[in-house]
């Protein structure tokens, strides 16, 4: 007589918060990690850095989810907060003439002293009314990114130099992109370990009931604080990476529209949800790209019509942000949960 396993069965507390649970999981994400590592080799570089791109995408979409997806305090200022870490360490490596593996993170340190500041009113504030006050950082930041001249150039901005390792210079888009992904797959791998501890465990209490959790012994000023500061070091981390990919720092690199895009990547990748800030940051990332070669094609077949097909590619791309959110408001990190959980279960999967 064969017997039939269904599921996924835990017999204890750890096997239960292990990470990669088990072990076709394992396998899987080796891998996936291998593949991250090998395929430059045998790719173009403009895929290589596209991936560049999306790795940068995933460390700052890491840090708004934090503060929104697992706080739920809404945050506009994370376009800023990178402005702050890529003209940071871009100082810290001009000026002071530290190297890029000790002024990254200390622009970290420096976003995430700025966003504490900023975090401040979330003591008193919560909702569209925390959302208009992180807005007013956003705005606040660009105008010293405008007028700070010796730091951030002004509206001219600034070079960055790219890293260096002894004799070897990470000024080529395979070597930024092993630097880049490296820190990506550091920050998954830290975040998801946050989450599972006692200030990760404090962050969701604060978000789901902010009044039980107080009751309980959470202190609401102190974690609301403590996530804006951890996301604002990621921002800031990332915009120190975006400053050594692109070689050129400007004060409209870092707009409003800058932080809104990082909003969207994990409303539609899934708030509260390390797997979510993945999907959302490559899905925001190639959306563009995809609209872009597809409104180019159209434009090739219909010459007479061309300009006026370019022209809606901005509006095609919110209808398709709209469509999604209408049809799957919790995002594609919930949507890979259903297909994972019905296999897990199949041949019973109802």
Same mark, same amino acid.
């Given at each position: 007589?064969?017997?039939?396993?269904?599921?996924?069965?835990?017999?204890?507390?750890?096997?239960?918060?292990?990470? /990669?649970? =088990?072990?076709?999981?394992?396998?899987?994400?080796?891998?996936?990690?291998?593949?991250?590592?090998?395929?430059?080799?045998?790719?173009?570089?403009?895929? =290589?850095?596209? $991936? =560049?791109?999306?790795?940068?995408?995933?460390?700052?979409?890491?840090?708004?989810?934090?503060?929104?997806?697992?706080?739920?305090?809404?945050? /506009?200022?994370?376009?800023?907060?990178?402005?702050?870490?890529?003209?940071?360490?871009?100082?810290?490596?001009?000026?002071?003439?530290?190297?890029?593996?000790?002024?990254?993170?200390?622009?970290?340190?420096?976003?995430?002293?700025?966003?504490?500041?900023?975090?401040?009113?979330?003591?008193?504030?919560?909702?569209?009314?925390?959302?208009?006050?992180?807005?007013?950082?956003?705005?606040?930041?660009?105008?010293?990114?405008?007028?700070?001249?010796?730091?951030?150039?002004?509206?001219?901005?600034?070079?960055?130099?790219?890293?260096?390792?002894?004799?070897?210079?990470?000024?080529?888009?395979?070597?930024?992109y092993y630097l880049t992904i490296t820190i990506a797959v550091l920050a998954v791998l830290f975040t998801t370990n946050l989450i599972r501890s006692r200030n990760g465990r404090a962050f969701i209490a604060v978000r789901d009931h902010h009044l039980s959790a107080e009751i309980m012994g959470v202190n609401l000023f102190k974690y609301r604080l403590l996530s804006f500061s951890v996301s604002a070091f990621y921002a800031g981390i990332a915009g120190s990476l975006w400053g050594m990919y692109t070689g050129y720092i400007s004060a409209e690199q870092?707009?409003?529209?800058?932080?809104?895009?990082?909003?969207?990547?994990?409303?539609?990748?899934?708030?509260?949800?390390?797997?979510?800030?993945?999907?959302?940051?490559?899905?925001?990332? /190639? /959306?563009?790209?995809?609209?872009?070669?597809? =409104?180019?094609?159209?434009?090739?077949?219909?010459?007479?019509?061309?300009?006026?097909? $370019?022209?809606?590619?901005?509006?095609?791309?919110?209808?398709?942000?709209?469509?999604?959110?209408?049809?799957?408001?919790?995002?594609?990190?919930?949507?890979?949960?259903?297909?994972?959980?019905?296999?897990?279960?199949?041949?019973?999967?109802?």
């Amino acid at each position: 007589m064969s017997v039939t396993h269904c599921g996924d069965f835990r017999q204890s507390y750890r096997d239960d918060m292990r990470i /990669l649970e =088990t072990r076709f999981v394992r396998v899987s994400v080796g891998v996936f990690l291998v593949f991250l590592y090998v395929f430059p080799l045998f790719s173009s570089n403009y895929i =290589t850095s596209t $991936m =560049t791109t999306i790795a940068i995408a995933v460390i700052g979409a890491l840090g708004i989810n934090i503060v929104t997806g697992y706080t739920g305090q809404i945050s /506009l200022g994370q376009g800023a907060f990178m402005g702050v870490g890529a003209f940071a360490c871009s100082y810290f490596m001009r000026i002071a003439h530290l190297p890029f593996w000790i002024a990254m993170p200390l622009a970290g340190f420096t976003a995430a002293a700025v966003g504490m500041v900023f975090g401040l009113p979330s003591a008193r504030l919560k909702g569209l009314y925390l959302a208009i006050a992180t807005l007013a950082a956003q705005f606040i930041l660009q105008y010293v990114f405008m007028h700070l001249d010796p730091v951030t150039g002004g509206s001219n901005g600034i070079q960055s130099p790219p890293p260096e390792f002894g004799s070897f210079v990470f000024d080529g888009d395979r070597s930024k992109y092993y630097l880049t992904i490296t820190i990506a797959v550091l920050a998954v791998l830290f975040t998801t370990n946050l989450i599972r501890s006692r200030n990760g465990r404090a962050f969701i209490a604060v978000r789901d009931h902010h009044l039980s959790a107080e009751i309980m012994g959470v202190n609401l000023f102190k974690y609301r604080l403590l996530s804006f500061s951890v996301s604002a070091f990621y921002a800031g981390i990332a915009g120190s990476l975006w400053g050594m990919y692109t070689g050129y720092i400007s004060a409209e690199q870092f707009t409003i529209m800058e932080s809104i895009n990082y909003l969207a990547m994990i409303i539609i990748g899934g708030l509260g949800s390390v797997l979510g800030s993945i999907f959302g940051a490559i899905f925001m990332t /190639l /959306l563009p790209q995809v609209l872009t070669v597809g =409104t180019g094609a159209l434009a090739a077949i219909f010459p007479k019509i061309g300009f006026l097909i $370019m022209s809606f590619k901005d509006g095609v791309f919110g209808i398709i942000v709209i469509l999604f959110l209408i049809f799957e408001p919790d995002g594609l990190a919930h949507r890979w949960r259903m297909i994972k959980a019905y296999w897990k279960l199949y041949p019973f999967s109802y």
